[in-house]
């Protein structure tokens, strides 16, 4: 007899003490539907404001946005997918591409919808991409949030040529995707941290220069300097209010700036003097579409690109993991092996 479908959930009033480990049930798949064995998951921030209460969540819901697994049953009508194959979990299901509307940004898994905290899912087919070849499930896991998020930031929204500059902040998931996506394009780039250790670990991974924040409280105006003076062209903006006054400071006239997260708190506000006089491209970013993840893969295979993982807890260490990530003590991605 086979054993249950085990899953975490998250019990109301939301909070890491209330996370249990529960069954689910995962259906054959049905028309149009894969049914997927989940290998691997990994944290987020925003999961971890689903996980404690700041994001609204149903009673007993599954969290985390990102899995990897393996195909093991395909509905009618399903020719992408094959059993056997490794797949990515979408961050934004209903978005399969181009301009996103109010609509196509529901139904996200791991709040509203049920995420990847368990050992199996049947989902559509389209809520999945290929995942990319060579990499672990761990590593795969890794891209559905971060890695896309990096992706839209830089080239889809930011059209990110080689030879510009790249400014990218700490040691999250998505500031080393986007470090190792722009090596890649040929971009020079600037990296934050308020560790020298850390530091050291970004210059191997391809940083060309490294700035101390804690030592440096006006690394906007240093990462000025080491562009001469003309200003970072694109600003991967994960802090918030806290960090965007000496983003704005760092920048080109004209340059991008992607407002991605605010791990440094949400108060705070805008310096609008500063964007209109320089001119600058402020744009959010909520991760991005299907056809996005589908050509960040493409790019992971081709650059040889192999995603950081901090470290992996088990499944039953899901609250364990979630400390580890609102500590800081990551480099990279936490992930979840299941």
Not at 137 to 152: D, K, L
Not at 225 to 248: A, F, K, M, R
């Amino acid at each position: 007899m086979k054993a249950p479908n085990k899953a975490m959930r998250i019990r109301q009033p939301a909070s890491l003490d209330n996370i249990y480990a529960d069954t689910a049930v995962a259906p054959d798949p049905g028309p149009g539907e894969i049914k997927v064995r989940i290998r691997a998951a990994s944290l987020n921030f925003r999961d971890t404001l689903v996980a404690t209460g700041f994001f609204p969540a149903a009673d007993g819901l599954i969290p985390l946005s990102d899995g990897a697994g393996d195909v093991i049953a395909v509905g009618a009508g399903v020719t992408a997918f094959k059993p056997g194959d490794k797949v990515v979990s979408t961050f934004h299901p209903a978005w399969l591409g181009g301009h996103i509307d109010k609509a196509d940004m529901l139904g996200t898994p791991g709040g509203p919808a049920d995420g990847f905290a368990c050992e199996e899912a049947t989902r559509p087919a389209l809520h999945f991409t290929h995942a990319p070849k060579g990499l672990s499930y761990a590593e795969s896991a890794t891209i559905t949030c971060a890695g896309v998020t990096a992706w839209r930031a830089l080239f889809t929204d930011g059209g990110l040529k080689p030879g510009a500059t790249v400014l990218v902040m700490g040691t999250g998931g998505v500031s080393i995707f986007a470090l190792q996506f722009a090596k890649t394009a040929g971009a020079t780039v600037i990296a934050t941290s308020s560790s020298a250790e850390r530091l050291e670990r970004l210059k191997a991974l391809g940083a060309d220069h490294v700035i101390n924040y804690r030592e440096d409280t006006e690394w906007g105006t240093t990462a000025l300097s080491l562009t001469g003076g003309l200003g970072v062209d694109h600003i991967v903006e994960v802090g918030g209010p806290n960090t965007l006054p000496q983003s704005l400071i760092a920048a080109r006239t004209g340059g991008h700036l992607a407002i991605i997260g605010a791990v440094g708190g949400f108060d705070g506000g805008i310096p609008f003097a500063v964007v209109q006089a320089k001119r600058l491209r402020l744009q959010g970013v909520t991760v991005g579409s299907r056809a996005d993840q589908i050509d960040a893969v493409r790019a992971i295979e081709a650059g040889g690109i192999r995603p950081v993982v901090d470290r992996s807890f088990a499944l039953d260490d899901l609250a364990l993991a979630f400390r580890r990530l609102q500590a800081g003590q990551h480099f990279g991605k936490i992930g979840i092996e299941i």
